[in-house]
């Protein structure tokens, strides 16, 4: 066990430096008003004087803030004047996160957030911001006693998993993270005023290399550029955020997985560092996500299924796309078995197929429908009728691997389910981790004789969907993951 | 491939009769913006019959069809090791879970339950989407099946996630 402290401690006095810069920038529109009105009264006080409420309420801040670590509970209280004490108890602790943004590390500090089983976002998270960074090792062991972590992280300990590749970088360019932080900037010049400006300016410039080299070729280089611009943005981000990704398993005293457990850690960001690291007795799956291009390029990226950490966004990340292979590999040996993944999943059948065939064709119909009405007015474009054809075909390839795509399987204790085309996910669950079964059916399903089969977890997004199971298998399928369902009265009765 | 029994009970006789009151009230608004409607500007007229007669059919529909419906595909039954519902109309949806990963377990009676001596139980595990829910019960069988829960559950054991 670790030291007991049982009063209660302030963060890191080194907070007084970064509480008053947030609280500026947090409160830069009042600031600019204050300008405005100081200058506009020509008294130079009202300025000062927000300045300086907006500086005091960020000393304060730290004043007011305390956390106490003792045998059965972590707390803190913050607040100045509407007081705020969250208490956590320390079995109920799932994970550990830390995040420490550019003036943190500067500052050598780190923020700590616990994560439980209850969903809590926003003011009631519990999170220490900011600790010493060399205080988190300990401070991480101590929270986390009970999986017990190794407390001597000074030096990394563990099985190494997974490393960021510089080839994980191809995958970069599929995202929309390039394009989002240039209309991020865009956004910026326009706030600050300077956009109007820049505008005239890129207007004139581009008009004046029409005029040299003729529209087409200055639009396309204007598209080319901004393409190159995004992409280039997008692999440099990429590379701040992921380079030197490390993933280990880490157990106490180096003792086999089989016997302990351990912890998952994964640490990354050049600039922003960010660490989690996972309970691994929480551990009941993960789900391997090949958006569409990213699939194209043979990459896919893992999310965690675990309790107390949530299903979506990057709490739950253990792998950002990369290659197919590593996240096969990882997955594979995060489940400590290939056998679950090796065998082909078992198809939905025809009526599983027939129904997205007639989900992806239904918009060409009305469209066609309404192209063959407006006929009969006056005839549509020809361009139209092939920009028709065009969607058609992209609705049927869709409806192709959509239905290619479905599949699930039960057995060795897990239940894999795939589904899904732009964004084809395979949900591999842990049968003793899902606590009821949902088996829905509308009203066409039951025409068609399938049924979308919906397993319950306490982890992760909490449930999981095989779509469109045929209707008679679907029992046979919670009873083949699930003992207490084929034990159950209702089973063969 | 196993055959899968469905379960016993159905909910209380009155079911039908809160479910179709419950539509009733939900209806008072639409309908009294309409009339309203016809008071302010009584033309077109063709518009307001079709209106009406469309709003009609869907009152028909939502008190007359949907709550005999409802009573028709409504099944729960608990087991010692599971509680097992089937629900819906259109839609229908069938949602066992085990009891031995039982949270907690709720009653709660609105005020038309209370005037016709319903309950609903919602039986609660650690999964946001597993909560199974008997609605419409009669008061005594309510108390119960909650009493039983309970007894077989012995809660709080672990914490069954």
Redo the contacts between chains.
């Keep these: 066990m670790s030291r007991h402290v049982s009063e209660w401690q302030r963060l890191s006095p080194r907070m007084l430096a970064v509480h008053p810069v947030h609280e500026v920038v947090r409160q830069l529109p009042v600031l600019v008003g204050s300008l405005v009105l100081g200058s506009a009264t020509g008294n130079g006080a009202w300025p000062l004087a927000a300045l300086g409420v907006t500086v005091g309420v960020g000393l304060s801040r730290w004043f007011f803030t305390t956390y106490r670590i003792d045998d059965e509970n972590v707390a803190l209280r913050t607040g100045m004047l509407r007081r705020r004490s969250i208490s956590v108890p320390r079995n ?1 602790i799932r994970s550990v996160q830390t995040d420490s943004r550019l003036l943190h590390r500067v500052l050598g500090l780190t923020v700590l957030k616990v994560g439980t ?1 209850h969903e809590s976002r926003g003011r009631s998270a519990f999170a220490l911001d900011a600790v010493p960074a060399a205080q988190v090792p300990r401070l991480r062991a101590a929270l986390l006693a009970e999986s017990a972590v190794p407390e001597t992280t000074d030096r990394p300990t563990g099985r190494v998993l997974a490393a960021w590749h510089p080839s994980w970088l191809w995958y970069a360019p599929l995202s929309f993270s390039g394009l989002l932080m240039i209309g991020a900037a865009v956004g910026v010049a326009y706030q600050s005023g300077l956009g109007v400006t820049i505008q005239q300016r890129v207007a004139q410039a581009g008009t004046e290399a029409a005029h040299r080299t003729g529209v087409v070729v200055a639009v396309s280089v204007g598209v080319f550029g901004f393409l190159a611009l995004s992409v280039l943005l997008a692999v440099l981000w990429s590379w701040l955020t992921y380079g030197n990704l490390v993933l280990r398993r880490q157990t106490e005293r180096g003792l086999p997985e089989r016997l302990c457990h351990g912890v998952l850690h994964l640490r990354y960001g050049l600039v922003r560092v960010r660490e989690f690291t996972f309970d691994m007795r ?1 551990f009941r799956g993960a789900t391997l996500r090949e958006p569409l291009l990213v699939r194209a390029l043979r990459g896919a990226r893992l999310d965690a299924v675990m ?1 107390g950490v949530h299903g979506e966004g990057e709490s739950s990340v253990l792998l950002p796309p990369c290659p197919a292979r590593t996240c096969r590999t990882l997955l594979a040996d995060l489940i400590d078995d290939m056998a679950v993944l090796k065998p082909p999943l078992r198809s939905h059948g025809a009526a599983a197929t027939r129904r997205r065939w007639t989900r992806a064709l239904a918009v060409p119909a009305v469209s066609a429908g309404v192209l063959a009405s407006a006929n009969l007015v006056a005839a549509p474009p020809v361009w139209a009728w092939a920009g028709w054809a065009a969607v058609t075909a992209a609705c049927a390839l869709l409806a192709v691997d959509r239905a290619r795509s479905l599949g699930h399987r039960v057995g060795d204790g897990w239940l894999v389910a795939r589904a899904g085309s732009l964004e084809r996910r395979l949900d591999c669950i842990a049968c003793a ?1 899902i ?9 066409l399903q ?1 025409r068609a004789g399938v049924a979308t089969l ?1 397993a ?4 992760g997004r ?2 999981y969907h095989v779509i469109d199971v045929p209707a ?2 679907a ?2 399928v ?2 083949a993951a ?1 003992p ?10 | ?7 016993a009970n159905p909910p209380s006789r009155r079911a039908p009769l809160l479910w179709a009151v419950s539509a009733l009230l939900s209806w008072i608004l639409p309908v009294a913006a309409q009339i309203w409607w016809v008071l302010v500007h009584p033309r077109p007229g063709w518009l307001h019959v079709t209106v009406a007669a469309v709003t009609v059919a869907l009152m028909a529909v939502h008190i007359g069809v949907v709550p005999l419906w409802r009573y028709r595909v409504h099944r729960w ?1 608990i ?1 010692d ?2 509680a ?1 519902t089937r629900t819906g109309w ?9 009891i ?2 039982v949270q907690t377990v709720d009653t709660y009676r609105g005020p038309l339950d209370r005037l016709f001596n319903l309950a609903n139980v919602t039986v609660m ?8 829910r008997i609605v419409a019960l009669d008061s005594d069988v309510a108390e119960h099946v909650v009493a039983q829960l309970t007894d077989i559950a012995a809660l709080g054991a672990s ?3």
């Design positions: 109920r089983g929480r309790t981790g606590i009821g079964w949902t088996v829905r059916q509308s009203l039951r919906i319950a977890t306490a982890a909490k449930r008679d298998l029992w046979s919670a009873a699930s207490w369902v084929a034990d159950s009265v209702w089973a063969g009765r | 491939m196993i055959a899968f029994a469905e379960p039954e087991s090791q599971a097992f259109l839609v229908q949806q069938h949602r066992i879970a085990p031995s990963r595990t650690a999964s946001s989407a597993g909560a199974v914490d069954a996630t």
